[in-house]
């Protein structure tokens, strides 16, 4: 009795290898097919936040809507001042500078990260 348990232990133990084997064998061929390339979202971030940062002072400007420069001003030192501060959270500097004029708005943005620098000039149109 004793060698018949020892020899379904061994064919346990064969069958448990040739099946570890064959998966093996199976993930090496199928692995360079099955990994997703992550690094365009990574690349993304830099583009995602200064589009975020671009729309969002649009939206400032156009929510303000007043002829008073000083308010215009605090409210635009204000979002300058936070977007700094999440850009150097993040890793990335962040140049934001504002003209007020009678008319428009002009800014000039400038990101730079360790994979790329965006820079970006536009005119706001008060109303």
Same mark, same amino acid.
């Given at each position: 009795?004793?060698?018949?348990?020892?020899?379904?232990?061994?064919?346990?133990? #064969?069958?448990?290898?040739?099946?570890?084997?064959?998966?093996?064998?199976?993930?090496?061929?199928?692995?360079?097919y099955?990994?997703?390339?992550?690094?365009?979202?990574?690349?993304? &971030?830099?583009?995602?936040?200064?589009?975020?940062? =671009?729309? =969002?002072?649009?939206?400032?400007?156009?929510?303000? /809507?007043?002829?008073?420069?000083?308010? #215009?001003? /605090?409210?635009?030192?204000?979002?300058?001042?936070?977007v700094?501060?999440?850009?150097?959270?993040k &890793?990335? /500097?962040?140049?934001?500078?504002?003209?007020?004029?009678?008319?428009?708005?002009?800014?000039?943005?400038? #990101?730079?990260?360790? =994979?790329?620098?965006? =820079?970006?000039?536009?005119?706001?149109?008060?109303?």
């Amino acid at each position: 009795m004793l060698s018949l348990s020892s020899k379904k232990a061994q064919f346990f133990i #064969l069958t448990a290898v040739v099946i570890v084997g064959v998966f093996f064998t199976l993930s090496k061929y199928i692995t360079p097919y099955a990994f997703v390339d992550t690094s365009r979202a990574v690349d993304a &971030g830099e583009i995602f936040f200064f589009d975020n940062v =671009k729309e =969002k002072a649009i939206k400032t400007v156009e929510i303000i /809507n007043s002829t008073d420069d000083t308010e #215009l001003n /605090n409210t635009l030192q204000e979002y300058k001042t936070l977007v700094q501060e999440v850009a150097a959270d993040k &890793g990335f /500097n962040l140049v934001f500078d504002y003209r007020i004029n009678t008319e428009t708005v002009n800014v000039t943005m400038i #990101l730079t990260s360790e =994979k790329s620098i965006l =820079k970006s000039d536009f005119s706001i149109p008060r109303d």
